[in-house]
């Protein structure tokens, strides 16, 4: 079955540092891949996604890499700011349309020491 | 844009009682969605509603869960009776159709965060 982890329950890093968050997906049929941030009593926030046909996409300090041959992407994040402060998921689906269905890892820890 | 909004934001019963949640989803977004998140996880998905019609209910406990889209719009979601294991924060998650960038992103309310004592 699908199921999604991240190598690090926990980062830290220093201000203005770079971060990169890792996740890993079991499931080779999983062709979409999305980043959601949390922060502490609020719902998921999207990030940035990425389809399978793509192995990087950029957005604003966030890039996102995609790695089929390993099962493997990771969300980088450019000058890391207090704000960023937050729980990281990686989630994942296979197909879309009637078959959409995101599967969430566990989440990682992002704490920017200042 | 109000954005998906959630109710109540918190919760607090004992067990056996029953609970509802209530979810108004981006205005134009055909497919809503109920998620549950234990602590320190990531949300798991409970069910989908394509307009008013549930079309993945596989994770939705069904002996005590129940939830209604009745007009493709709003929704609620419901247990009864509550058990110590349903705390969790409820997310209500709404997307639009369509194959342009970030047409299916779910976009998430709050929660709603429940505690059985």
């Known amino acids: 079955g699908e199921s999604v982890g991240l190598h690090l329950p926990t980062l830290s890093v220093q201000e203005g540092d770079n971060s990169i968050i890792n996740c890993a997906y079991s499931n080779s049929a999983s062709d979409y891949f999305i980043w959601y941030k949390q922060e502490s009593g609020k719902g998921p926030q999207f990030i940035i996604d990425?389809?399978?046909?793509?192995d990087k996409r950029q957005g604003q300090r966030v890039t996102v890499l995609l790695n089929k041959t390993v099962k493997h992407l990771s969300l980088q994040i450019a000058a890391t700011q207090p704000g960023d402060s937050a729980v990281y998921f990686c989630?994942?689906?296979?197909?879309?349309?009637?078959?959409?269905?995101?599967?969430f890892g566990k989440g990682t820890l992002l704490t920017v020491n200042p | 844009e109000a954005g998906v909004v959630q109710s109540p934001r918190y919760k607090i019963i004992e067990k056996k009682q029953p609970v509802a949640f209530w979810c108004n989803p981006i205005s134009g977004h055909n497919t809503l969605y109920w998620y549950r998140q234990n602590l320190g996880q990531g949300p798991e998905l409970l069910i989908r509603y394509e307009n008013e019609e549930a079309v993945d209910d596989s994770q939705l406990p069904k002996d005590r869960f129940s939830a209604e889209r009745l007009k493709g719009v709003d929704s609620t979601l419901k247990i009864q009776p509550a058990e110590l294991g349903d705390s969790a924060v409820y997310l209500c998650?709404?997307?639009?159709?369509?194959?342009?960038?970030?047409?299916?992103?779910?976009?998430f309310g709050a929660g709603s965060r429940l505690t059985v004592l």
């Open positions: 989630a994942s689906s296979i197909g879309g349309g009637s078959n959409y269905k995101l599967t």
């Open positions: 998650a709404s997307s639009g159709r369509g194959t342009a960038p970030g047409a299916n992103v779910l976009t």
């Open positions: 990425i389809r399978s046909n793509m």
